[in-house]
């Protein structure tokens, strides 16, 4: 596609239920990486996949968080049992290549997820 | 912890005036810095960068100046027009982590008519 895609655009759940958020990168770009935004806060770094593998999984708060792609292109990122802190916006970026150093992403629109 | 600052939360600007934002950070492994725009419900968009081999990147009405003994690099927006209102988050990254890029808060900048 023209841009990187990620639906649902807002998801509203119960404590404790689980969540899938898809990304569908742009056409071509090998690098995806996942960020959230919570309220008043940066963008935070969860994980980065090059293809379908992650090297770095460092950024994921807990292990109620996995995130996973493939076909080198599709990627899901699962909350399980979901708590109040995990509402933020669940951003999804790709690069055409990984470590390249000029470090421009494309960013989608977001995920806005709000757990009460 | 925050490696990447911008102790401005928000800045509001005249027309026509120059719009400054600053961050500060705390790696001195980082050497590449980048601006990101964001309009509400939108991503953020790429918007300039620049090298630690510089210290001074500019394309049209942005620049962005990097003083690495200070850790801290800034954005000058000059003239400021209402279209350029928006969050402005600072990033950084270290050679062979391109792709971690570590985000500052963001400013929000208001550019009054």
């Known amino acids: 596609g023209a841009g990187v895609s990620q639906s649902p655009s807002n998801k509203v759940t119960e404590k404790g239920k689980d969540v899938e958020l898809r990304c569908d990168p742009i056409?071509?770009?090998?690098?995806l990486y996942w960020y959230r935004q919570s309220l008043g806060q940066g963008l935070e770094f969860l994980i980065y996949f090059q293809g379908n593998s992650a090297p770095d999984k460092s950024g994921l708060p807990s292990d109620r968080f996995s995130a996973e792609r493939t076909g080198g292109s599709v990627s899901t990122l699962t909350i399980q049992r979901t708590q109040q802190e995990d509402s933020a916006v669940y951003l999804c970026a790709s690069s055409l290549l990984a470590g390249d150093n000029t470090g421009e992403l494309f960013f989608g629109e977001g995920s806005r997820l709000t757990v009460l | 912890d925050q490696q990447v600052k911008q102790n401005s939360p928000s800045l509001s600007v005249q027309e026509g005036r120059i719009s400054i934002l600053n961050c500060d950070y705390t790696?001195?492994?980082?050497?590449?810095f980048l601006w990101y725009k964001k309009y509400p419900a939108e991503g953020p968009t790429f918007l300039i960068s620049i090298s630690s081999i510089k210290d001074k990147n500019e394309d049209g009405r942005f620049t962005v100046f990097l003083n690495k003994s200070a850790k801290h690099l800034s954005l000058h927006i000059v003239p400021s027009q209402p279209g350029d209102s928006a969050v402005y988050f600072c990033?950084?990254?270290?050679?062979?982590?391109?792709?971690?890029?570590?985000f500052g808060k963001g400013t929000s900048l208001l550019v009054t008519p």
């Open positions: 056409s071509g770009h090998t690098a």
């Open positions: 990033a950084a990254s270290a050679l062979g982590s391109g792709y971690a890029l570590n």
């Open positions: 790696n001195s492994m980082f050497d590449y």
